[in-house]
């Protein structure tokens, strides 16, 4: 039989695909523990038959906030199930930008088979109380996205979910997280912020690269196979995500060139294929601001091109040598060293190549390793082959 349906389910580097998806929440969420702290002691009352709290999640896009409130919530219900009836529903306010909308989400999470069609908000309000009230159960209402809710329809039906007990004789009944990307405090009523408190707020800052290889380490391990992805593929990754800071991005470009090196027969992942990755992703640095840049950088860029085809990362003396060549063979005399430093600082601060650090191993002085996780290496090499003559020539 043909062998082109060998592929489907070979499994030669991703195992578990399912770790990748949109929905997955890793049971550690990695270094948030500082984070995951301060949301329980906001819940600290919660173990007590009738505490409720209330918490606000911000951050920017890819912060983790949602991952936060999810995995809290799981982690919560389960430390407390001898001692309360917990249960939480999660709700995007992104689709369900109205009262009614929100309502109707609660009430269907929580009984699938409820009627909700044709009921109005406080109808839907009554049916959630004796629900749960009839179960014996506290609620967690994550309302996710909550800023798409406030701007469309205001904060009332926060408000009145928050006031669920006050004038019937239920205590207790029910808790919110409210989460969003933005300052979102502003956007809110006196009546809701004071029951909110401004004290139960969390700001979650962007990843940075490091936490970034932390996460897709973790991924790594458990979604791919043992051996097909080097540290040097995390790091590239890594560096690619970190001008958004966004975690997401990086476990979507993790997985792509997963994909990409099994799609091309391979067991192991290599510089390419995130490469290939990043330049399909939507927010992609414009790979095109080449144009503009002087003429030896240009040759220093196009000598770094040339090796990061092959290898990961250049070494800043590597990088040197081979901006020698390359002037040789565009009959340049190479600039000296200072200006070699000013160029590749320069490249970095464009986002063309990314520069790190590192003690020397041998001898005195610092060494940069230099790589490009935005863009092709072979298409930016092409490019300036033909942009150096004509910059030359002038
Ligand atoms: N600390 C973390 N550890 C492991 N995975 C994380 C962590 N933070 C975020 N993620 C993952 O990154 C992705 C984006 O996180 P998410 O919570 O959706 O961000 P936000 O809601 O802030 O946009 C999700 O797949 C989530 O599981
Ligand atoms: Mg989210």
């Given at each position: 039989?043909?062998s082109y349906l060998d592929r489907i389910g070979a499994?030669?580097?991703?195992?578990?695909?399912?770790?990748?998806?949109?929905?997955?929440?890793?049971?550690?969420?990695?270094?948030?523990?500082?984070?995951?702290?301060?949301?329980?002691?906001?819940?600290?009352?919660?173990?007590?038959?009738?505490?409720?709290?209330?918490?606000?999640?911000?951050?920017?896009?890819?912060?983790?906030?949602?991952?936060?409130?999810?995995?809290?919530?799981?982690?919560?219900?389960?430390?407390?199930?001898?001692?309360?009836?917990?249960?939480?529903?999660?709700?995007?306010?992104?689709?369900?930008?109205?009262?009614?909308?929100?309502?109707?989400?609660?009430?269907?999470?929580?009984?699938?088979?409820?009627?909700?069609?044709?009921?109005?908000?406080?109808?839907?309000?009554?049916?959630?109380?004796?629900?749960?009230?009839?179960?014996?159960?506290?609620?967690?209402?994550?309302?996710?996205?909550?800023?798409?809710?406030?701007?469309?329809?205001?904060?009332?039906?926060?408000?009145?979910?928050?006031?669920?007990?006050?004038?019937?004789?239920?205590?207790?009944?029910?808790?919110?997280?409210?989460?969003?990307?933005?300052?979102?405090?502003?956007?809110?009523?006196?009546?809701?912020?004071s029951r909110v408190g401004r004290s139960n707020h969390?700001?979650?800052?962007?990843?940075?690269?490091?936490?970034?290889?932390?996460?897709?380490?973790?991924?790594?391990?458990?979604?791919?196979?043992?051996?097909?992805?080097?540290?040097?593929?995390?790091?590239?990754?890594?560096?690619?995500?970190?001008?958004?800071?966004?975690?997401?991005?990086?476990?979507?470009?993790?997985?792509?060139?997963?994909?990409?090196?099994?799609?091309?027969?391979?067991?192991?992942?290599?510089?390419?294929?995130?490469?290939?990755?990043?330049?399909?992703?939507?927010?992609?640095?414009?790979?095109?601001?080449?144009?503009?840049?002087?003429?030896?950088?240009?040759?220093?860029?196009?000598?770094?091109?040339?090796?990061?085809?092959?290898?990961?990362?250049?070494?800043?003396?590597?990088?040197?040598?081979?901006?020698?060549?390359?002037?040789?063979?565009?009959?340049?005399?190479?600039?000296?060293?200072?200006?070699?430093?000013?160029?590749?600082?320069?490249?970095?601060?464009?986002?063309?190549?990314?520069?790190?650090?590192?003690?020397?191993?041998?001898?005195?002085?610092?060494?940069?390793?230099?790589?490009?996780?935005?863009?092709?290496?072979?298409?930016?090499?092409?490019?300036?082959?033909?942009?150096?003559?004509?910059?030359?020539?002038?």
């Amino acid at each position: 039989m043909s062998s082109y349906l060998d592929r489907i389910g070979a499994g030669l580097v991703l195992n578990n695909p399912e770790v990748f998806g949109f929905d997955f929440i890793p049971d550690i969420l990695v270094g948030r523990e500082e984070l995951q702290k301060e949301l329980a002691s906001i819940f600290g009352s919660i173990s007590h038959p009738e505490g409720t709290a209330r918490a606000v999640i911000t951050g920017p896009v890819g912060s983790g906030k949602t991952a936060l409130a999810k995995r809290f919530c799981k982690d919560v219900i389960r430390h407390l199930a001898d001692k309360r009836n917990i249960r939480h529903v999660h709700v995007n306010c992104r689709n369900a930008a109205t009262p009614s909308r929100v309502m109707q989400k609660i009430v269907q999470d929580l009984d699938p088979g409820h009627p909700d069609r044709g009921l109005g908000v406080g109808e839907l309000l009554t049916s959630l109380r004796r629900m749960l009230s009839n179960s014996n159960s506290h609620l967690i209402v994550i309302l996710d996205e909550v800023d798409h809710l406030l701007r469309r329809s205001g904060d009332d039906i926060i408000y009145k979910l928050m006031r669920i007990d006050e004038d019937r004789d239920g205590t207790g009944t029910l808790s919110t997280i409210l989460v969003s990307q933005e300052q979102i405090l502003d956007l809110l009523e006196n009546a809701v912020l004071s029951r909110v408190g401004r004290s139960n707020h969390i700001r979650i800052p962007p990843y940075d690269e490091n936490g970034l290889f932390q996460i897709i380490s973790q991924r790594r391990d458990l979604g791919l196979v043992t051996g097909t992805c080097p540290d040097e593929i995390l790091e590239l990754v890594a560096q690619a995500a970190a001008p958004s800071g966004d975690a997401r991005q990086s476990i979507e470009l993790l997985e792509g060139a997963a994909k990409r090196a099994e799609s091309s027969g391979r067991s192991i992942i290599e510089p390419k294929d995130v490469q290939r990755t990043v330049i399909t992703m939507p927010n992609n640095v414009d790979s095109m601001n080449i144009d503009d840049i002087p003429v030896h950088a240009m040759l220093i860029l196009l000598g770094l091109c040339r090796r990061l085809k092959k290898q990961e990362s250049v070494t800043s003396g590597i990088a040197e040598k081979l901006y020698h060549v390359v002037c040789e063979e565009f009959d340049e005399s190479p600039k000296g060293h200072t200006t070699l430093w000013k160029h590749l600082k320069r490249l970095a601060q464009e986002d063309i190549i990314v520069t790190r650090t590192a003690k020397a191993e041998v001898g005195r002085g610092r060494t940069q390793h230099i790589s490009m996780p935005h863009m092709l290496p072979s298409d930016v090499a092409r490019r300036l082959e033909t942009l150096i003559p004509t910059k030359i020539r002038r």
